[in-house]
């Protein structure tokens, strides 16, 4: 599986799915819906919604995607321990992971792959703040080592880092990817992403050359940006990184830069809008070798993604 997912990256340009808690928050979601009335718990709705989540994988393979990932963002141990699950991490991150394989199972036309998401646990542990930065390093990485054994155990073809704001804690994220492939014995490629903000920089100040020359050599196979930001704020960056020449480059923008409507966050980038950048880094830049969506997007961006591709013959 392993092989066949970076052969994939050497041959074709692979479509991730776009966002799932959007697309969770359209059903219109109550209290009851989630497990132990765990209202906002989306990662639960594996197991009290299963069907939910099934549909959205599939409205996404349907749309063209590659790739799907598991319903498993905030499923670190951490995280989990807010909604009193913290003892179920690596049953819950199967449990996500064989929910997606098996509708993955049903698009025999193209291999389809399953990535296993990985969010962050809350904490900046770089941080000074005494509540944020305030954790023991040894729980970060054993919080993500028992959520990459759960994705390791159910299947997962690669292992997905995203949205990360400060850099130690994607070393430790990595470091307790490599530990649980190692405990498990399933050898599965690391995407190490990081969200940057619309100058460049990370959370706690971190820029992309920092951020890729630290974690570039501890075994990851892809690189890239997800969230924060829309496509054209992530270009620098990704020019940056083409220019190393070095690592597959993965990019996920949000729908545009998110608007304040009413205390919600808008993302009004279209469909076709969103396919003409991520077209135009594709011409430009050949070490970007996997494209999707991050927040706001729908099944329908990654539709007009999927033509996006077919037109530049990738």
Same mark, same amino acid.
């Given at each position: 599986? +392993?092989?066949?997912?970076?052969?994939?990256?050497?041959?074709?340009?692979?479509?991730? #799915?776009?966002?799932?808690? /959007?697309?969770?928050?359209?059903?219109?979601?109550?209290?009851?819906?989630?497990?132990?009335?765990?209202?906002?718990?989306?990662?639960g709705l594996v197991l009290s919604r299963p069907e939910w989540?099934?549909?959205?994988?599939?409205? &996404? !393979?349907?749309? *063209?995607? #590659? %790739?799907?990932?598991?319903? /498993?963002?905030?499923?670190?141990?951490?995280?989990?321990?807010?909604?009193?699950?913290?003892?179920?991490?690596?049953?819950?991150?199967?449990?996500?992971?064989?929910?997606?394989?098996?509708?993955?199972?049903?698009?025999?036309?193209?291999?389809?792959?399953?990535?296993?998401?990985?969010? @962050?646990?809350?904490?900046? @542990?770089?941080?000074?703040?005494?509540?944020?930065?305030?954790?023991? !390093? #040894?729980?970060?990485?054993?919080?993500?080592?028992?959520?990459?054994?759960?994705?390791?155990?159910?299947?997962?073809? +690669? !292992?997905?880092?995203?949205?990360?704001?400060?850099?130690?804690?994607? $070393?430790?994220?990595?470091?307790?990817?490599?530990? +649980?492939?190692?405990?498990?014995?399933?050898?599965?490629?690391?995407?190490?992403?990081?969200?940057?903000?619309?100058?460049?920089?990370?959370? !706690?100040?971190?820029?992309?050359?920092?951020? &890729?020359? /630290?974690?570039?050599?501890?075994?990851?196979?892809?690189?890239?940006?997800? %969230?924060?930001?829309? @496509?054209?704020?992530?270009?620098?960056?990704?020019?940056?990184?083409?220019?190393?020449?070095?690592?597959?480059?993965?990019?996920?923008?949000?729908?545009?830069? @998110?608007?304040? #409507?009413?205390?919600?966050?808008?993302?009004?980038?279209?469909?076709?809008?969103?396919?003409?950048?991520?077209?135009?880094?594709?011409?430009?830049? $050949?070490?970007?070798?996997?494209?999707?969506?991050? %927040? *706001?997007? /729908?099944?329908?961006?990654?539709?007009?993604?999927?033509?996006?591709l077919k037109s530049y013959n990738l």
């Amino acid at each position: 599986m +392993a092989n066949n997912f970076l052969d994939e990256i050497e041959n074709h340009v692979l479509l991730f #799915d776009g966002a799932m808690g /959007t697309e969770i928050q359209k059903l219109k979601p109550r209290p009851e819906d989630f497990p132990n009335n765990k209202d906002g718990f989306n990662d639960g709705l594996v197991l009290s919604r299963p069907e939910w989540i099934e549909n959205i994988h599939r409205s &996404y !393979l349907e749309a *063209g995607s #590659d %790739c799907i990932e598991t319903n /498993t963002f905030g499923s670190n141990q951490i995280k989990l321990q807010e909604y009193g699950f913290g003892e179920q991490t690596v049953s819950m991150n199967k449990a996500a992971a064989d929910l997606a394989i098996s509708v993955a199972r049903e698009f025999r036309d193209r291999k389809k792959f399953v990535v296993g998401s990985m969010g @962050p646990t809350g904490y900046l @542990p770089s941080s000074n703040d005494p509540d944020l930065g305030n954790v023991p !390093l #040894d729980k970060i990485i054993e919080a993500f080592d028992l959520q990459a054994q759960g994705l390791l155990l159910g299947g997962v073809d +690669a !292992l997905l880092i995203e949205t990360s704001q400060d850099i130690l804690e994607v $070393k430790l994220a990595i470091t307790g990817s490599l530990n +649980a492939i190692d405990k498990i014995g399933r050898k599965v490629p690391i995407i190490s992403n990081v969200t940057l903000d619309k100058y460049g920089k990370m959370l !706690l100040g971190t820029n992309i050359q920092s951020a &890729y020359t /630290t974690v570039s050599d501890m075994g990851i196979s892809v690189f890239g940006l997800n %969230c924060s930001t829309g @496509p054209v704020e992530m270009e620098s960056s990704i020019r940056w990184l083409d220019e190393q020449n070095e690592l597959p480059i993965l990019v996920m923008p949000n729908a545009g830069m @998110p608007i304040n #409507d009413g205390g919600n966050a808008v993302y009004k980038m279209t469909s076709k809008d969103m396919s003409h950048h991520l077209g135009e880094f594709l011409q430009k830049y $050949k070490k970007v070798r996997i494209i999707g969506g991050c %927040c *706001g997007t /729908t099944p329908e961006h990654i539709r007009e993604l999927r033509s996006t591709l077919k037109s530049y013959n990738l």
